[in-house]
């Protein structure tokens, strides 16, 4: 359903299952635009509620943030109830990014 929601915001062109590496570090992320370097992530709280899992995400979601990317989480709630706000929020990240220029503005 998130990559559903991402389709229709306009300047943005995601990636399922988008693998990122870096020397040292390697992330498969559920949605990305590698020119944006935006991340979507679909969170639930069945995958996050452990703690060795919680760690992990963390360190993952820091690591891509300090090498430049922008990672949005959402929940499970959120997109399937939140739509409209979801899509608002990728919204505002691709015209954040491309006010940076990372991307030039779609006509």
Known sequence: MLRAIAVGVSGLSVVPQHRIR?????AR????????????EADSFEFHAERRAFDRDCRRYDELTA???LVLRFSWEQVMFEPAWVA?????AVAQRQAQGRRAVAA
Not at 88 to 92: D, F, Q, T, V
């Open 29 to 40: 992320v559920d949605l990305a635009d590698p020119d944006l370097q935006i991340v979507l």
């Open 88 to 92: 608002s929020m990728i919204s505002l």
């Open 67 to 69: 090498r430049g990317w």
């Open 22 to 26: 870096y020397q040292g570090f390697f």
